[in-house]
């Protein structure tokens, strides 16, 4: 039972045009959500988060929207650059941070120059 | 180091042996966390330590599994009698306090022949 879901396992987008990654939760009781950024053999990093009290972040050209009400968030990267190319992991987690992660399976993104 | 660090980066080993993977965490960080991620799979979830205890062991897939932290430092995952399904990469990650971002190692990759 995923509570965590990213249906699409891969994008292709090209450079300088936007790039949306979604993701779709389950459990109601999730108000935290983080974007990791994985490249091949690394350890996934940090990229962005988002509060549930919130329903919009943008940190540079990195915007992550949360609907609460339809339990979605997406990742919008724009413009998108070559060195975005990257698995992208969507994880969520419940009262304010304090439960372990749960990610999604990852969206592999290849911007194309 | 200024980052997470795990080691061995890889380990082949054949089915039935056991294997011990070990975390360092960033220095300082009280919170470690243990994560496997199996071919097209997201991160799994497996246990996490605050300082040295381990509040939550139900992660962990069997008691094959094992964990453990001495001195509010290193971590060891200890997988006894190693089946192939255990193949995968373990991912470690810290933080500076429960809840907080997290910060992975480059991971280790197991395969059991």
């Known amino acids: 039972d995923q509570q965590v879901k990213q249906n699409s396992p891969s994008l292709s987008v090209q450079e300088g045009r936007i790039s949306i990654l979604n993701c779709d939760y389950t459990n109601s009781m999730f108000d935290y959500f983080l974007w990791y950024k994985k490249y091949p053999a690394e350890g996934p990093t940090f990229l962005i988060s988002i509060s549930s009290i919130k329903d919009k972040n943008e940190d540079g050209r990195f915007t992550v929207f949360l609907n609460k009400s339809a339990k979605h968030l997406s990742l919008h990267i724009v413009p998108s650059q070559p060195g975005d190319s990257a698995v992208y992991f969507c994880a969520a987690s419940g009262v304010s941070g304090n439960t372990p992660l749960v990610f999604g399976k990852g969206t592999r993104l290849s911007v194309i120059a | 180091g200024a980052g997470v660090s795990q080691s061995p980066s890889n380990k082949v080993t054949e089915k039935g042996k056991d294997v011990e993977l070990r975390c360092d965490p960033i220095?300082?960080?009280?919170?470690l966390y243990w994560y496997r991620q199996s071919l097209g799979q997201g991160l799994e979830f497996l246990i996490y330590f605050q300082g040295n205890s381990a509040p939550d062991k139900s992660g962990l897939p069997s008691d094959r599994f094992s964990a453990e932290r001495t001195g509010g430092s290193v971590s060891t995952l200890t997988i006894q009698r190693t089946q192939q399904e255990d193949s995968a990469v373990y991912l470690c990650?810290?933080?500076?306090?429960?809840?907080?971002?997290?910060?992975f190692g480059p991971g280790t990759r197991l395969t059991v022949l």
């Open positions: 990650a810290s933080s500076l306090v429960f809840g907080n971002e997290q910060f």
């Open positions: 220095s300082g960080h009280t919170a």
